[in-house]
């Protein structure tokens, strides 16, 4: 396990390192950061970093709970949808309730389940599935009406089943998962998953083309990961990769 004192080595640097750098060069290739809706705690730090390094993201957004009491698509948070369509980041469904895809019970029916006790599950068909993916981007639109909304979906978990994927291309949406470097591990404990160990890791083997996944705040998580984030982007922006938001038709490798 890497100790507090190598986690400021490694801070230190990345910083010094990317001194120099600029975000438009991408000598090394273009990465895709994707942020999903989550507890938000961090929400307003994370949107300063990016924003610092002229980074845009592509933004699935999910109705989920906050750590202010509310959700994230409601009114309280349309300030700061707004600035982020403002800052140019783009926007993709999430699902509206963030429930989780756990079967293919018939042909055109995907079960769809809650997590969270008390809430159950059902079965969708295709115009529930539909409604169930336009909801949340509906929402956001009342609320950022200059959002620019992708063809995409990523479903919770980035958990899929056959007729999911195909009922939602019903819907006029692309499934978009992220890459096998590009899961950045916020979500994941922090007693056996460290910043300090998540840095390095992410710093040695994300490479160009990725797709990376990150949250706005992840309440579960004691050591957030926004701490690192600064040095973790501009590590990346050293090496010479540049970011953008995902092209419409997704990135599939």
Known sequence: MIRLPALALLLAAALAAAAPARAADCRAGTLYLTIDTGWSRE????????????????????????????TQLSEGWAGFWRARAAEGHAFASHTLRHWYFTGDPAP?????????????????????????????????????PEAVVLPLWRAPGGIVTP?????????????????????????????????????ARNLRRIRAGEVLVMHWGVRSRSEPFARILPALLDGLIARGFCFDILPPEGVHR
């Open 163 to 199: 007729n999911a994927l195909a009922m939602a291309r019903g819907c006029g949406l692309t499934h978009q998962g992220w890459t096998a470097g590009g899961f950045l591990g916020d979500e994941l404990p922090a007693d056996a998953h460290p910043n300090a160990l998540l840095l």
């Open 43 to 70: 929400a307003e730090e994370i949107a300063a970093i990016l924003r610092a390094r002229g980074i845009r993201a592509t933004l699935f957004v999910a109705d989920e709970p906050t750590f202010r009491g509310d």
């Open 108 to 144: 055109g029916r995907v079960r769809y389940a809650s997590r969270r006790r008390g809430e159950g599950a059902e079965v969708l068909d295709q115009a529930a599935l539909c409604r169930e993916l336009s909801a949340p981007v509906e929402r956001l639109r009342a609320m950022a």
